[in-house]
Structure formats: structure tokens, C-alpha cells
């Protein structure tokens, strides 16, 4: 029904810089809100970032002040730019997506993840 597909990741030395792309596809009504996660390996899944439909942000405090999140409606885009990396950003990054597909329904959804590597 929608599909994520995540770009922008990679490996990075620490200090470095990455931003990540996701564009939104299919049977789309409206976005709320869009999301990056990450998951280290032995770890849950963590929130990293989001923006809702409202415009709001809100970040990891771990992130808060490296990484921004924007976010183009026109374009079903959201983005996470990623500066001063460090490696304990290391894990895979979701793009994930709170989205109507009609009027009457609502899911979540989730791109296939894309690996982000710092090393020191």
C-alpha cells in the first residue's frame, strides 16, 4: 500500500556527516507523522527523530543538536541530516511513516532500513 525506500547510508569516520533520504510511494492519502529509528545489533528499536504533519520535531536527546530532520509534503520526502557522527550512531536506520491510505484507514509502515557504520 506504501512503500519507504531509504537512501544516504553508509560508512562514515567519526566527526563526519550523512543524510539520509526517504521517499513515500503508493496508495497515499496523508502522511502524519514521518520518522527515522535505528536499531543497533542486541538493542531495541529506538526513535531517533520525527516530524509531524504539524510541522513539531523531536529528537533522541543522544542526537538532539547533531541530527536535523526536515521534511518535503510536497514530495513525500523526509531526511535526517547527520553531523558530528559518532560511533555509537552505528546501527540500521528505519524510515518509517504514520500515513492514511483512505479515508477510513490508517497504517504504519516501514522502509527495508538502510546500515549507517561510524568508525573511530
Known amino acids: 500500500q506504501v512503500q519507504l525506500v531509504e537512501s544516504g547510508g553508509g560508512l562514515v569516520q567519526a566527526g563526519g556527516s550523512l543524510r539520509l533520504s526517504c521517499a513515500a510511494s503508493?496508495?497515499?492519502?496523508?502522511?502524519?507523522?514521518m520518522a527515522w529509528y535505528r536499531q543497533a545489533p542486541g538493542e531495541q528499536r529506538e526513535l531517533v527523530a520525527a516530524s509531524t504533519s504539524g510541522g513539531s520535531t523531536n529528537y533522541a536527546k543522544s542526537v538532539e543538536g547533531r541530527f536535523t530532520i526536515s521534511r518535503d509534503n510536497a514530495k513525500n520526502t523526509v531526511y535526517l541530516q547527520m553531523n558530528s557522527l559518532r560511533p555509537e550512531d552505528t546501527a540500521v536506520y528505519y524510515c518509517?511513516?504514520?500515513?492514511?491510505?483512505?479515508?477510513?484507514?490508517?497504517?504504519?509502515?516501514w522502509g527495508q532500513g538502510t546500515q549507517v557504520t561510524v568508525s573511530s
Open positions: 503508493g496508495s497515499i492519502f496523508r502522511i502524519n507523522t
Open positions: 518509517n511513516a504514520n500515513a492514511w491510505t483512505s479515508l477510513r484507514v490508517r497504517g504504519d509502515y
